[in-house]
């Protein structure tokens, strides 16, 4: 227990633990709760239940095809050394196909008999949370997990490109779920930031059931005019709310109310 890496694994825990009850402590979590009275713990058990199931079921899955294709050849990486350009462009080109593939077949599954067969159950959660990346119908997480082997099955890719891949799809499942916007204000303001999808782009997508389908970005939403007119204008009112919150957790002398909940 006193290795480097066990210290190492140890610090990382105690850093992010740290950093999440200071967070609950000073109100950094609540100011920026993107529906502050948008909790239910009976959705958070169901969707805790769910994400097991889906979990057992597209894990063996996708691991057996995964394993299946390597053993047949059809999936092998670029073992030599490669420059920083090369591991940018082959993530890159992930990242794009990606988004293309998440966007079209999740506008897809927002159609009538597939939304009921397969997509609805992930729209149970109407204010999103860190457990509803994972709760979905399992044929909808191996139609999006199923990527990655496509991917690799048609390119071959460096080892180092993988090891950027499989964080982002866990990375943006989670952030985009979490219910809590973290983007600063000028994010939808930059010309080079915009184009990248917020906690608040996805979580309006859960509240309202259509529009904003990005996976990755706003690129193709903007393109076919399905993201929502006010995105913006309500990602304003909530940084406007982390604005006026108290620096320094709950003042109940502060005269400052709890901003309501986003409108339509």
Request: aromatic share 16%; charged share 15%; proline share 5%.
């Amino acid at each position: 227990m006193t290795t480097g890496d066990h210290l190492l694994r140890l610090w990382l825990i105690l850093f992010v633990a740290t950093g999440i009850l200071s967070g609950i402590v000073t109100g950094y979590f609540k100011a920026r709760k993107i529906q502050p009275r948008g909790f239910k713990w009976k959705t958070f058990r169901n969707e805790a239940l769910v994400a097991v199931v889906t979990l057992a079921i597209s894990g063996k899955i996708l691991g057996g095809l995964t394993a299946w294709l390597k053993a047949q050849g059809w999936v092998a990486f670029q073992n030599a050394p490669a420059g920083w350009w090369m591991i940018a462009l082959e993530y890159g080109l992930y990242f794009l196909l990606f988004d293309t593939y998440f966007y079209w077949l999740h506008r897809w599954m927002h159609k009538e008999p597939f939304y009921s067969w397969i997509h609805k159950l992930h729209h149970k959660s109407t204010s999103p949370n860190l457990l509803t990346t994972l709760s979905v119908n399992p044929l909808e997480s191996i139609i999006n997990g199923g990527f990655v082997p496509l991917f690799l099955t048609i390119f071959t890719v460096h080892d180092a490109t993988l090891m950027l891949i499989l964080p982002t799809n866990i990375f943006m499942g989670l952030y985009v779920h979490s219910g809590y916007e973290f983007m600063p204000r000028w994010w939808n303001r930059s010309w080079a930031t915009k184009w990248f999808i917020t906690a608040t782009f996805h979580d309006q997508h859960h509240r309202y059931f259509n529009g904003n389908y990005g996976g990755y970005t706003t690129i193709w939403d903007r393109i076919c005019g399905t993201i929502r007119p006010k995105f913006e204008a309500d990602f304003e009112k909530l940084k406007d709310r982390v604005a006026a919150a108290p620096r320094t957790g709950p003042q109940p002398s502060s005269g400052i109310p709890m901003a309501p909940d986003l409108a339509e």
